[in-house]
């Protein structure tokens, strides 16, 4: 049963820090992997979605890795700003299967 | 708007009641899910359409939950002989295909469901 951790449940840090966000995931069979933040009473918004045949991608101060192999993905968020504060939550999509399997989420905090 | 759309986006209701959740996702999606979030379980996938069919409801947690799709557009989720622990908020997402396609999925807001 794939399972998918997020590492550290909460994080606060002080504007303009570099930071990143951890995801691991017990069954390496994924067909993506997308990273999403939820703002308090809100839905989820997609910031990327990495192929598993991608080892990274972008979006503006975003940057997403996936080692498939170790399980893991990391969020590395840079020059962080008090609008960035959210729960970032990750989740795998595995083979032949629709359904998103999500993280335990990063409550993420950046005071300025 | 151009994105999902739920509603009610709150419902308050007694145990015992049925409720009916409404999904409208983002035009041209054929494929559509069914989320639950809640406090200690995070989020849980609930059901998926492609088109008017679901291939996928394995993650209906009793025979009190159905949904339904029409015309390739509307969900409705219903919950009968509401319970407490039916409490949570229910999120549903769209995407331009399912079948493994490996699209994004785009979520609404959600609607929040408590039981008294």
């Known amino acids: 049963k794939q399972e998918v951790t997020q590492i550290p449940a909460a994080l606060s840090v002080p504007e303009g820090e570099n930071l990143v966000l951890n995801c691991s995931f017990t069954?390496?069979?994924?067909?993506?992997l997308q990273w999403f933040r939820q703002d308090p009473g809100k839905g989820l918004t997609s910031l990327l979605l990495?192929?598993?045949?991608?080892r990274e991608q972008t979006s503006g101060r975003l940057n997403a890795s996936l080692d498939k192999s170790s399980g893991r993905s990391t969020l590395y968020i840079a020059a962080s700003q008090p609008g960035d504060s959210a729960t970032y939550l990750c989740?795998?999509?595995?083979?032949?299967?629709?359904?998103?399997?999500f993280g335990t989420g990063t409550r993420l905090q950046v005071f300025p | 708007g151009a994105g999902v759309s739920q509603s009610p986006s709150n419902k308050v209701t007694e145990k015992g009641k049925d409720v009916e959740l409404r999904c409208d996702p983002i035009?041209?999606?054929?494929?559509l899910y069914w989320y639950r979030q809640s406090l200690g379980q995070g989020l849980e996938f609930l059901i998926y359409?492609?088109?008017?069919?679901?291939?996928?409801k394995s993650g209906l947690p009793s025979d009190r939950f159905s949904a339904e799709r029409t015309g390739g557009s509307v969900s409705t989720l219903t919950i009968q002989r509401t319970q407490q622990e039916d409490s949570a908020v229910y999120l549903c997402?769209?995407?331009?295909?399912?079948?493994?396609?490996?699209?994004?999925?785009?979520f609404g807001d959600g609607t929040r469901l408590s039981i008294l």
């Open positions: 359409f492609q088109g008017n069919s679901a291939p996928d």
């Open positions: 997402a769209s995407s331009v295909v399912g079948g493994g396609g490996g699209q994004p999925q785009h």
């Open positions: 989740a795998v999509r595995l083979w032949n299967t629709d359904k998103l399997i």
């Open positions: 035009s041209g999606h054929t494929a």
């Open positions: 069954d390496s069979a994924i067909y993506n």
């Open positions: 990495i192929q598993s045949s991608q």
